[in-house]
């Protein structure tokens, strides 16, 4: 099942499991370096880096309620499945990375477990019995259709130029070519601004925050939740932010393949890849949040449609004819 | 201070109720949460649903009308909470006190942890009201 080019099945289990408090300790620190630099651009001190590690903490000390109009198990049981399928996906490239392996099919695997975490916290907002829930809801479905079609358009543009659904042989492209996929084929560069453009809609930062919208729905699907719920949603909104910034930074812009394939480098690698992926955070989640406004549900659409959808097929067309 | 009262002091996340204040508190308290003043350099959010609250900034006497609703989202409030009164009119009910349309002041209906007085008070009070609460709470 492995298709690994190093590294034994043993070691492979091994990097796995320790990926996940590596995926919890990374994605709650960059949230805390995401909101640090969102205070310096507003010229305000800010929370200190570790501040989304207290509200952690805190929000598990608390009381859980479930309200008496909600679905209690639904309700209830969504947080953890959130948590877990994109704290997974992450694992999922930590370990290829790190290891070396993948199996056939893992980006297909860690595309869905993204959307699937999404999806998730709506339907428990959805389940609680309130009516902003419910808006929340139905705003996250719409931007769900309007970002998840460029996203996948992209995804295919990947596959068609690798020959392969595999994690890993994407990066094994990028070696063997001795460049960044995004700087070495047309196809691929187009593909990559239509990857970042959907970003910050699969993050529900704030011009396509329409579904949470704090001001306008009060966090619309997580209005109801408090307290431990609240934590794993949290935590899951986190690492599937990682699990994008890094997903992209490694599939189109692998930067250690421009200093070759070295046996020692992977841990190297990973570690640039990861700062490279905070880089990507920076950009696609901290920059939009802080400089422009909320965009309605409407608009959203339209950008996504209008603009990153047709990058993405003409990303699947150049990618298709060989470019 | 363990790690549990360490988190709690420094993640204070706010919902702020008005039970009939005339919105001059409720203008200060935006301006601590500005820029300027920048709660957040504590750990204070400003929340829209009281489901995400640990601190509850109450302004105003409370009004009759207001009394059943002040209630509610208090109830609503996950423990542990803190009740902050801000204002003269939350901490003592000061003009309107035994007014026939009045119920308060806050610490007639709900435990008030901290007074933060003034006609508004200052933002910078409003920070430390918050933080005291906090401290003597959990700290």
Redesign the interface.
């Known amino acids: 099942m492995f298709c690994g080019v190093k590294g034994e099945t043993m070691d492979v289990i091994t990097a796995f499991l320790l990926t996940f408090p590596i995926v919890f300790v990374i994605s709650l620190l960059f949230d805390g370096i995401d909101r640090k630099i969102h205070a310096r651009m507003q010229r305000r001190v800010g929370p200190p880096i570790i501040q989304p590690f207290y509200d952690f903490i805190k929000l598990l000390n608390k009381e859980r309620i479930v309200p008496a109009m909600a679905s209690s198990q639904i309700f209830t049981v969504l947080p953890t499945l959130a948590a877990a399928s994109s704290i997974l996906s992450s694992a999922i490239l930590f370990t290829s990375v790190m290891s070396g392996t993948s199996f056939g099919g893992d980006l297909v695997v860690v595309f869905y477990l993204l959307a699937m975490s999404s999806v998730l916290v709506t339907i428990g907002g959805s389940s609680s019995g309130n009516p902003y829930g419910a808006i929340g809801f139905s705003r996250k479905m719409t931007m769900l259709i309007a970002y998840e079609v460029p996203l996948l358009l992209s995804f295919l543009s990947v596959f068609l130029k690798i020959n392969s659904t595999s994690y890993y042989n994407a990066i094994l492209t990028q070696v063997k070519v001795g460049s960044m996929l995004a700087l070495a084929f047309p196809s691929m560069a187009v593909s990559a601004v239509a990857f970042l453009l959907c970003i910050p809609a699969a993050a529900d930062a704030v011009p396509f925050d329409v579904s949470e919208a704090k001001t306008e729905i009060i966090y619309g699907p997580l209005v109801e939740y408090s307290g431990p719920y609240l934590a794993l949603f949290k935590l899951a909104k986190a690492s599937s932010n990682l699990s994008l910034t890094f997903l992209a930074c490694t599939l189109f812009f692998y930067l250690p393949a421009l200093f070759g394939d070295g046996d020692s480098l992977w841990l190297g690698a990973f570690i640039v890849c990861l700062l490279l992926a905070l880089i990507l955070w920076f950009l696609t989640i901290t920059v939009p949040r802080t400089v422009f406004a909320r965009m309605k549900v409407g608009q959203a659409f339209k950008f996504y449609w209008i603009v990153a959808l047709p990058l993405s097929v003409i990303a699947v067309v150049l990618s298709a004819l060989g470019l | 201070m363990g790690?549990?009262a360490?988190?709690?002091v420094?993640?204070p996340w706010i919902f702020h109720l008005n039970t009939g204040s005339c919105a001059g508190c409720d203008i200060e308290i935006v301006a601590a949460l500005t820029?300027r003043y920048?709660a957040?350099?504590?750990?204070c959010v400003l929340?829209?649903?009281p489901?995400?609250a640990?601190v509850l900034l109450v302004t105003g006497p409370v009004t009759r009308q207001m009394l059943p609703r002040f209630i509610r989202v208090y109830e609503?409030v996950?423990?542990?909470k803190v009740v902050v009164a801000v204002g003269t009119c939350a901490s003592s009910g000061s003009p309107f006190l035994g007014g026939q349309m009045v119920e308060g002041p806050v610490d007639k209906i709900v435990p008030v942890d901290v007074y933060v007085v003034g006609c508004p008070p200052r933002p910078e009070a409003i920070v430390k009201g918050i933080v005291t609460a906090v401290k003597k709470r959990f700290g």
């Open positions: 790690i549990v360490r988190s709690r420094k993640s820029p920048d957040e350099r504590l750990g929340v829209g649903s489901r995400h640990d609503q996950p423990e542990p």
